[in-house]
């Protein structure tokens, strides 16, 4: 005999269901997988009785109780979906809540509790960040901003160690020629910059880090690297040779400044 993919799952459901009724027969509790293929099977069997949607629904929602299933059960299982054939064809049966006399809310298996509200840390200094590029710039949360595009203009010693204090998975966008303020909080937990534009590559608090990623920053071009962060503009910025070669020279450090790749046309100038 050949059956149909579809016949099959109905005898794989059928059989799953058989095994339900026979541990609860003994006066076993069931437990998910059980307990699903008998509210499953009994829907489709009253189609097959010949009642409409509603009136299967109903009964696959009727023929288990809180008492029939293991603890947590009921707040597994929260709809069961069926596709089950009627006298008109086949339709998919929805029976919703159908143990949720036996809910236990939080204290359910995998319930979500709410914890206690987040408040994103107070930003521990503000930097004022002009863009001279001719295209936007966005910098996400969570990348090292004193390795942001070089062609944004702030105090980056100042910024050495931190990151936007703005929400995790959001981003700040800087038009061009335009000029804002942004608030930074330092990084945390082990304080290891790795990737980015590659002026770190490692823990940000060893022994000459920050004097060698400003060294590496200014010779590339970033603009705000030199001393006291105003140095950007006598290197690169105020030359109109020296501008196009620091530019160049940064390519491939600042292809990886932000996600979007807004300033990779800036850096081929």
């Known amino acids: 005999m050949r059956l149909t993919p579809t016949e099959r799952d109905r005898l794989l459901l059928f059989n799953a269901a058989e095994l339900a009724r026979a541990r609860r027969a003994r006066g076993l509790r069931l437990n998910v997988p059980e307990a699903t293929a008998l509210i499953a099977d009994t829907v489709c069997e009253a189609a097959r009785d010949g009642l409409r949607l509603a009136e299967a629904i109903e009964r696959g929602g009727a023929v288990l109780g809180p008492d029939d299933v293991l603890p947590g059960v009921a707040d597994v299982i929260t709809e069961v979906h069926v596709e089950a054939v009627f006298d008109d064809g086949s339709r998919l049966a929805v029976?919703?809540?159908?143990?949720?006399?036996?809910?236990?809310?939080?204290?359910?298996?995998?319930?979500l509790l709410p914890a206690a509200a987040h408040?994103?840390?107070?930003?521990?200094?503000?930097?004022?960040?002009?863009?001279?590029?001719?295209?936007?710039?966005?910098?996400?949360?969570?990348?090292?901003?004193f390795e942001a595009n070089p062609r944004l203009d702030f105090d980056r010693a100042a910024a050495y160690g931190t990151h936007l204090a703005v929400p995790a998975g959001s981003s700040v966008r800087f038009d061009p020629g335009g000029e804002a303020e942004v608030g930074l909080v330092p990084i945390g937990g082990d304080r290891v910059a790795i990737g980015f534009a590659g002026l770190v590559d490692g823990p940000l608090d060893a022994s000459g880090a920050k004097e060698e990623a400003l060294r590496r920053a200014a010779a590339c071009g970033y603009l705000g690297a030199g001393a006291a962060g105003t140095g950007a503009e006598s290197t690169g910025a105020d030359s109109t040779g020296g501008e196009s070669t620091s530019a160049a020279s940064t390519t491939a450090a600042s292809t990886g400044n932000e996600s979007t790749g807004d300033h990779a046309p800036e850096a081929h100038r």
């Open 95 to 111: 029976v919703t809540a159908p143990l949720s006399a036996g809910a236990s809310g939080d204290a359910a298996p995998g319930a």
């Open 119 to 145: 408040a994103d840390p107070a930003p521990t200094r503000t930097l004022t960040v002009r863009n001279t590029a001719a295209v936007p710039v966005s910098v996400t949360s969570h990348f090292h901003f």
